[in-house]
C-alpha cells in the first residue's frame, strides 16, 4: 500500500487485519478476538447498510459522525456495559489503522467509553463454600465433580483453564503439590494446590479410568484430566451447569457460576491476610487494578484489622496509655 491510497481500503479488510495482529501480536486469546470480531462486524453491516449498492465499504467512508451514528444505532438494544464494549473495539481498530498508516486521521479518538460501575464479584462465604463442595454424591462423576470444585475454589482457576488442564499439567507429588495452567492469552503460570484439592484430584484420577471405559463417544481427550460421561474433555458450558446445580444444592443460590468460586477463592485469601500481588500472581490477572476488585468484598476483614491496629479504635484509657511516652509523638 502506498500513502496515496490512505483510507482507500475496504473495512472488510481493514477488520480482519487488525483481528490478525491481536491474534497474532497481542496473542489475545481466542474468545477476546472473537469478540473484537464481532463488535466490529456489526459496524461493518452498518456501514454496508448505508450503501445504495453492494460496494464494498471503505475506510475513507468513516467520520467521526458515522460512528456516532453507528452507536446510536445501536443503543436502544445494547446495555451502556456492551455499548462500552464495542466504543473500545472501535477505538481499538482506528488506533491500530492510523498507527499502520492504513488511514490519517482517526475518527474514533473522540469517542468516550462510558464510566461504568463495575458490579461487585459474586462469592460465597467460607461456610457456604464448604457445603458446595460436599454436595456431591459418592459416585464416578460425583467424584469428578468434588474434584472440579475444590480445585475452582482451591487454585481460583478460570472456568476455561480448568476445562483445558491436560494430566502433563498435575503435579500432584511431592510437598508442594501444583498446576500448570494456560490462562489468557497463552500466558502459563504455576498455581498451588491445596490438601483438599489435592485428595480430591487423587480420589478423581483413580476412577477416571473407569469413565474412558464406560465411554460411549469415541475418545478423542485421553490426556484431559476432566472428562465428560461420554469420555470426551469436558466443556465450559457442562462445567457451568454443575457448578450452578451444586451451587443451588449447597447454598441454596442459583447465581452461582465457576467465576464466583474463583472470587471466592481470591476474596478469603485477602481476609486471611495474603498480599495482593500474591494473589494476582495466583489469579493470573494481567493488572493489580482487576485484583483489587476484592477489596471492596472484605470490608469485613478491613474493619477488623482497623480495630487492632489504628489508635484511634481502642478505648480511650487505652489510648492514653499507648500514647504517654512516645518519643516519635512530633505530629507526623
Known sequence: MTRGDEGRQSLREAIAAYCEYLAEVRRLSRHT???YRRDLQQLHAFMASRSNDDEEPLLSDISRIVLRRWLASLTPRNKPSSLGRKIASARGLFRFLE???WIVGNPASELRIPQLRRPLPVFLDAESMSEVVEIPADTLLGARDRAILEVLYGSGLRVSELAT????HLQLDGPSPQLLVLGKGDKERIVPVGSKAKLALESYLTLRLRIL???TAPKESPRAVFLSSRGRRISVRQIQVLVRKYGMLGAGRSDI???AL????ATHLLDGGANLRNIQELLGHSTLSVTQRYTHTSIDGLIRTYDRAHPLASEPGHRKASNEGSPHDDGS
Open 165 to 168: 488442564l491436560d494430566l502433563d
Open 257 to 259: 457460576h465457576p467465576h
Open 262 to 265: 474463583r472470587h471466592s477463592c
Open 33 to 35: 478476538v472473537t469478540a
Open 213 to 215: 471405559a464406560k465411554a
Open 99 to 101: 498507527k499502520d498508516d
